[in-house]
């Protein structure tokens, strides 16, 4: 009869074969046999994601409320955005962060937005705005507009806008900064799936402040 030990290591061994590399895969840890598949043409640009959530997954309060997030953004650490949006062609959000970030004066992106929303007619979008932001009703629109331009990195944002990129298999790269606070409610990034989502851990970055950095690759 095998003892405890041997046992675990004929199934590390057996995990080890199966997973094709140097690092043994506990079952509960190994990629999940379905993803999101890439409809996308070799044209689409590749869609980054670089949003704040709470410990519990929340990126805004249910009204929208942020004041939990703005204390971080306040500590002078380095969380990497300006180095992120600086190797971007291009933004796409939703209606629902575009109404939180309008607001903002000045403003903030220096990059051209595409602005997704089913709702939303162009004049409604504030003159001083008409310039930047192009309107698009569906994610493969938004796609669509962003390879006319010539755009091959497209930074998306928006919880239900990124969980719509990822449906659709056009989001390739996700950095996800946790603060350390649970809201208990709020607007989630995450929600029910179609399928398992397989995402390779790059890094993970813990700063004096309590938040970590986590960047993953689909
Ligand atoms: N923590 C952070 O780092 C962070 C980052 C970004 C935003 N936020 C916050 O998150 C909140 C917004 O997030 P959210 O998840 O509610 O909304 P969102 O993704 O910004 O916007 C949702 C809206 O986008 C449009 N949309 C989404 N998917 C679509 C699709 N497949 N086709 C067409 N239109 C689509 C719809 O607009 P219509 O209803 O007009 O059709 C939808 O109501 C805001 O409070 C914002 O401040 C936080």
Known sequence: MQTTGVRIATEVATLHQHAGGPFPLH?????AAKRYPNTMPPTAPTGHVFIATS???FIARADGGLDWLTGFNAVGEDHG???FIAGM???CMGRGTFETVAGFDPWPYH???????RT????????HLASRVTLAASPAAALAHAAAQGWRRLYIDGGATIRA???IGAVQELVISRVPVLLGAGLPLFGAAAADVALRHVNTTAFPSGLVQSRYRL
């Open 120 to 127: 939303l007619q162009a004049a409604q979008i504030a003159p």
């Open 81 to 83: 955005y300006d180095a």
């Open 89 to 91: 062609d291009g933004i």
């Open 111 to 117: 990059l051209p937005v595409i602005l997704i929303s």
């Open 27 to 31: 079952p509960l840890h190994q990629p």
């Open 55 to 57: 410990l519990d997954g």
């Open 165 to 167: 990129f990822m449906a």
